[in-house]
């Protein structure tokens, strides 16, 4: 059961446009909201979060949508840049079960110059 | 500020052989996790510790899969025997003291194949 789901296994941008990664979700239960970025041969590295209570949370380049009516997130990076290539995973926490974390399969984003 | 240290990084060893990996969380972080992400996947959760008792370890398949924290700093995690489908990358996670914390920190991983 694929409670975290990120369609898109991959994405390629080129530099300076908007990359748009999207994330759904199946349990209304899910409160907190967090995009995590993986470069190859590391772990993932936390990149900007969001609230249930809020629709947009905003940090530099890299903004994150909620429309919890459609159970949908999306993460907009704009501009795009060569160094933003990585996987970006979705994670969602469940409200009640502390700090627990369910993660979406990832999409792989390539900045192309 | 020194990040969550994982080793080793890789290990490669046949089906039924046992297999130990070691985990040091950040300094301070009272709630350590490990995760397994298969390839292709995200990573997900085995086991929760919270200082040293286990909060969740609900999808940790209890008759291959161990894990410990003594003294409620660095963590192992045991697999024995092993099988083909263990093979993945094994998270180690940590998060500051405090309920509800919203980030975690992960370290490099070890990338586990069993041949």
């Known amino acids: 059961d694929q409670q975290v789901k990120q369609n898109s296994p991959s994405l390629s941008v080129q530099e300076g446009r908007i990359s748009i990664l999207n994330c759904d979700y199946t349990?209304?239960?899910?409160?907190?909201f967090l995009w995590y970025k993986k470069y190859p041969a590391e772990g993932p590295t936390f990149l900007i979060s969001i609230s249930s209570i809020k629709d947009k949370n905003e940090d530099g380049r890299f903004t994150v949508f909620l429309n919890k009516s459609a159970k949908h997130l999306s993460l907009h990076i704009v501009p795009s840049q060569p160094g933003d290539s990585a996987v970006y995973f979705c994670?969602?926490?469940?409200?009640?079960?502390?700090?627990?974390?369910?993660f979406g399969t990832g999409t792989r984003l390539q900045v192309t110059l | 500020e020194a990040g969550v240290a994982q080793s080793p990084r890789y290990k490669i060893i046949e089906k039924r052989q046992s297999v130990a990996f070691w985990c040091n969380p950040i300094s301070g972080h009272a709630t350590l996790y490990w995760y397994q992400q298969i390839l292709g996947q995200g990573p997900k959760l085995l086991i929760q510790f919270q200082n040293n008792g286990v909060v969740d370890d609900s999808q940790l398949p209890k008759d291959r899969f161990s894990a410990e924290r003594l003294k409620g700093v660095d963590s192992t995690l045991k697999i024995q025997p092993a099988k083909l489908e263990d093979s993945a990358v094994y998270l180690c996670?940590?998060?500051?003291?405090?309920?509800?914390?919203?980030?975690?920190?992960f370290g490099p991983g070890t990338r586990l194949t069993v041949l």
């Open positions: 996670a940590s998060s500051p003291p405090g309920p509800y914390t919203d980030t975690q920190y």
């Open positions: 349990n209304s239960m899910f409160d907190y």
């Open positions: 994670a969602a926490r469940n409200t009640g079960t502390a700090s627990k974390l369910t």
